[in-house]
Structure formats: structure tokens, C-alpha cells
T-cell receptor, first 111, second 116 residues
Framework: GENVEQHPSTLSVQEGDSAVIKCTYS??????FPWYKQELGKRPQLIID?????GEKKDQRIAVTLNKTAKHFSLHITETQPEDSAVYFC??????????FGAGTRLFVKA | GAVVSQHPSRVICKSGTSVKIECRSL??????MFWYRQFPKQSLMLMAT?????????EQGVEKDKFLINHASLTLSTLTVTSAHPEDSSFYIC????????????FGQGTRLTVV
């Protein structure tokens, strides 16, 4: 089955700096890669996603890149703000629509 | 976006009792729903795929007799934790997709189960 690895587990940045989170997946059939932000005790919120036929996608301060050959994808957050502090999960979805999550990255943005 | 509602948001039960959690798609029909469990400071672990009108598909290591899933309609899936024990205490969360072929999933609010 699919296995998603995510690094780092914890990331601390200064406000205004960029943050990068990296993930790898194992199942070449995975074709959809969402990123979720989860605050304590709340449901995951989709922040950006990318499909396997696209290499890069950007939405304001957030961008995601995908390298299908290497089976890895990354989340980039620029100009970080304290409200970006949360746990971020990458995920990979196979054609069967099962979504498998990475272990999560706890992002701290210091003011 | 689509709305998925989960109930209850919190439940405390005694060891040995059963607890039912509901997951509803409010403004769309969902032939497939997914149930996850999340322990504190850990990731969401897929437990099972709930299929409307048929048996759920369980992930390896998940006891189907302990975690009963029923998906009797296109808008409702239920997860029943039977004979609950303290180690079942966790955050349970469901998700659903608007339609097949459109992969974005929407999550319910989650249910924090505490077994005492």
C-alpha cells in the first residue's frame, strides 16, 4: 500500500522567513496530493493541492511542487506569519480515493 | 466547499460500552466515506473505507468486529466502537468526497472519544 514520509517533524522559523516541508510517497499510482493544516483539536483544512499532471502550483504565499519521477512533493510557505503556526500534513491519494497522510510537521513561526 | 458534519464532537463512555459516531454529508451525496483515527500529536491513520450499500473495507490491523461501520444511505456513515477500552480513546474523524473522480476530501469536525 501507499506510504507517505514527511520531514521535518518540527520546524521553527522567524516571522517573515520561508518554510519548506518535504514529502515522499511510494505508490506510483497516486495521482492527487493535498496539503492540510490542522490546528489543535480541529479538523484538517485543505490549504493547497496538486494533481499528478502538474509540476507546480501557487496560491499567494503558498506553493507546492511535485516531482513524479522522484515521487516527492514539497510545500513552500513564504513570508510566514505567526498565524501560520499549526501542524501541516501532506497526503497522497490513489485512484481508489484512499488518502494516506504523512506524519505531520509542527510549524512554529516566531514573532 | 462541501460540508461534512460529525456527531458527537465529544463523548465519554465507560469501559465495555459501545459508542456510535455519525458522519453526514450535508449538501452532497457520498458513496464513499473514510474513517480516520488520530492519537495526540500523531498523524491521521486511515481505519476503513465506508461504502454505501456494501461492506466497509478495513485497513490492515484494524479489527472489523470492534469498529463497526454502516453506510446505509448516501449521506450517512456510522462508526460504532464496540466494547470500548481506554486504549480506544482517540480523535476519530471522517471524510467524504463530493463525487468520484474529484479527489478533494472534506472532513467532519471529529469526535474526541474518552473511555474511562
Amino acid at each position: 500500500g501507499e506510504n507517505v514520509e514527511q520531514h521535518p517533524s518540527t520546524l521553527s522559523v522567524q516571522e517573515g522567513d520561508s518554510a519548506v516541508i518535504k514529502c515522499t510517497y511510494s505508490d506510483s499510482a497516486s495521482n492527487y496530493f493535498p496539503w492540510y493544516k490542522q490546528e489543535l483539536g480541529k479538523r484538517p483544512q485543505l490549504i493547497i493541492d496538486i494533481r499528478s499532471n502538474v509540476g507546480e502550483k501557487k496560491d499567494q504565499r503558498i506553493a507546492v511542487t511535485l516531482n513524479k519521477t522522484a515521487k516527492h512533493f514539497s510545500l513552500h510557505i513564504t513570508e510566514t506569519q505567526p498565524e501560520d503556526s499549526a501542524v501541516y500534513f501532506c497526503a497522497a491519494t490513489t485512484g481508489g480515493f484512499k488518502t494516506i497522510f504523512g506524519a505531520g510537521t509542527r510549524l512554529f513561526v516566531k514573532a | 466547499g462541501a460540508v461534512v458534519s460529525q456527531h458527537p464532537s465529544r463523548v465519554i463512555c465507560k469501559s465495555g460500552t459501545s459508542v456510535k459516531i455519525e458522519c453526514r454529508s450535508l449538501d452532497f451525496q457520498a458513496t464513499t466515506m473514510f474513517w480516520y483515527r488520530q492519537f495526540p500529536k500523531q498523524s491521521l491513520m486511515l481505519m476503513a473505507t465506508s461504502n454505501e450499500g456494501s461492506k466497509a473495507t478495513y485497513e490492515q490491523g484494524v479489527e472489523k468486529d470492534k469498529f463497526l461501520i454502516n453506510h446505509a444511505s448516501l449521506t450517512l456513515s456510522t462508526l460504532t466502537v464496540t466494547s470500548a477500552h481506554p486504549e480506544d480513546s482517540s480523535f476519530y474523524i471522517c471524510s467524504a468526497r463530493v463525487r468520484q473522480g474529484y479527489a478533494e476530501a472534506f472532513f467532519g469536525q471529529g469526535t474526541r472519544l474518552t473511555v474511562v
